[in-house]
């Protein structure tokens, strides 16, 4: 939360959050273990990639896991095979396929 803050400022953190009760950008414990759905970061990387290079790396740099300490981009280093994970066919068309 306090990146966000420190990036966007108290007043937004408190308009996007705080007044639907959302307490913390965080809600699972850092020690959860809970890892993104691979149909749905691959979206997320597919459209940072659209949007060009500096996006791609703000998301891939400045994004964490809920460790609070993996970057997308580790993540993905770590486990290519992520970007092979297609939506069920339901969502492939939302997902870009």
């Not at 790396?57 to 964490?64: G, I, K, M, P, R």
């Not at 993996?70 to 970007?83: A, H």
Request: glycine content about 10%.
């Amino acid at each position: 939360d306090e990146a966000y803050i420190k990036l966007w400022g108290q007043e937004r953190f408190q308009k996007h959050y705080k007044n639907y009760g959302v307490d913390t950008i965080w809600g699972w414990d850092e020690n959860s273990g809970i890892k993104p759905c691979g149909p749905y970061l691959r979206h997320c990387v597919l459209a940072a990639t659209k949007m060009g290079g500096v996006c791609l790396d703000s998301f891939l740099d400045e994004t964490y896991l809920v460790d609070r300490k993996t970057t997308v981009r580790e993540y993905l280093e770590k486990y290519p095979d992520v970007m092979d994970k297609l939506p069920p066919s339901h969502l492939a068309e939302r997902y870009g396929g």
